[in-house]
């Protein structure tokens, strides 16, 4: 009965007739179902597998990316938490000093709400994606107010709509080699080192209810240097609770590189034990695989992205402090990668759970795979 009902669903979710799933019994209904959603398994959708251990899954998405159609549907089908990928950019936000534009952040909340998934924001303190007019205009006397205000006008908009929001972004950078790991950039240098704390104050202060995150890149390799910057990440983290400022989750962002197999070592997975013992949550935040330098065959391309996230994902869902994880896309009709690490030959990259075309691919299999082999949390 359950799995009828789990495949009841499934057709109702991808368009088809239950009625008719019904009436073609089970080997009808494989066909029927691969024929709609394209998937072979069970085809339940990632979002589904994630809840069943208590967990969200996500993707990042343009309003420009989700008037296509056909990936809209695979959004909704797979998704159930969704972040603006630029819409809640200072660059997005703010055409002028003095004025904000909501209009696109606006559009992607009520695409999550009709699509009954929740919504996360990124990112509040970022170094890039600033405004054209930021440079000449921040100044030391004005810095401080600028975040403040910005921080307070945009988090008090979507007060109680937001499941988490990214109040820090990529801070870190100890080869900038400030004894406290953080990036030397316009607002530690503007407003000075305690813009941090700043900001998850304020945060929480316009939304006491959002989980604040503290998101950062390059974590996730058993290399010296992320081994460093994990430790700068934990010396901060314990500075920033131990002076009771309102930060309540880490996000691994986790654009992962096909050649760089050694990830999510020893190492990596202690720092998650001490970030999940600091009574910190654990977000991965914009998952993806860069397979710019893997022979372009796509079936052995495919096998090793999809290596990857089985390795990574295994790792870090035995973790319970995890709560959600976000690929920074879904499909490789739509991914930053495209443009950030093209390949030599020109051939398409292949680095998301889903091809062009919206079928599944060994990365989807290896997400699933890993969702299920998840512990309850
Ligand atoms: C990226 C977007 O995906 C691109 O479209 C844009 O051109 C640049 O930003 N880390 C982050 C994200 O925190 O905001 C970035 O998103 C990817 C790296």
Redesign the pocket.
């Known amino acids: 009965m359950t799995e009828l009902f789990t495949r009841r669903k499934f057709l109702a979710n991808t368009g088809a007739s239950a009625g008719a799933g019904l009436l073609l019994g089970a080997s009808g209904v494989k066909a029927a179902m691969m024929a709609v959603g394209g998937r072979d398994s069970s085809g339940t959708p990632l979002k589904s597998l994630a809840e069943r251990k208590g967990l969200l899954y996500g993707t990042?998405a343009?309003e420009h990316k989700l008037t296509d159609q056909a990936y809209a549907d695979v959004v909704i089908r797979e998704c159930d938490l969704m972040v603006p990928?630029?819409a809640l950019?200072w660059e997005a936000l703010r055409p002028s000093p003095s004025t904000y534009d909501f209009s696109g952040a606006d559009w992607t909340l009520h695409f999550a709400q009709q699509h009954k998934m929740q919504f996360r924001g990124?990112?509040l303190v970022?170094h890039?994606?600033l405004p054209k007019w930021f440079n000449s205009y921040a100044t030391p006397q004005n810095a401080k107010e600028l975040l403040q205000s910005h921080i307070t006008t945009v988090v008090s908009r979507y007060a109680g709509k937001m499941e988490s929001w990214?109040v820090i972004?990529?801070a870190l950078l100890p080869s900038d080699k400030r004894p406290d790991g953080l990036r030397i950039q316009p607002w530690l240098q503007l407003a000075g080192p305690d813009y941090i704390e700043m900001a998850f104050r304020a945060a929480n202060a316009a939304d006491p209810k959002a989980l604040l995150v503290w998101?950062e890149?390059w974590l996730e390799e058993d290399t010296v240097g992320a081994e460093h910057k994990r430790q700068y990440f934990l010396q901060n983290l314990k500075r920033l609770l131990s002076r009771s400022v309102p930060v309540h989750a880490i996000g691994l962002?986790s654009?992962l590189k096909a050649d760089h197999p050694n990830i999510a070592g020893p190492q990596f997975q202690q720092f998650l034990s001490q970030v999940s013992g600091m009574g910190l949550k654990i977000l991965v935040?914009?998952l993806d695989v860069a397979d710019d330098k893997l022979p372009n065959d796509f079936t052995t391309r495919d096998q090793a992205v999809a290596n990857v996230y089985s390795q990574y994902l295994n790792t870090v869902l035995a973790q319970k402090a995890v709560v959600a994880v976000i690929t920074?896309?879904l499909s490789n009709k739509y991914t930053?990668i495209t443009?950030?690490n093209p390949r030599s030959d020109g051939a398409p990259v292949r680095p998301l759970p889903f091809d062009e075309n919206m079928e599944p691919t060994a990365a989807y299999s290896a997400i699933a795979q890993a969702l299920e082999n998840a512990p309850s949390r």
């Open positions: 990042a343009t990928e630029l950019k990124h990112a970022w890039l994606a990214d972004n990529e998101n890149n962002q654009h935040t914009e920074w896309g930053w443009n950030q």
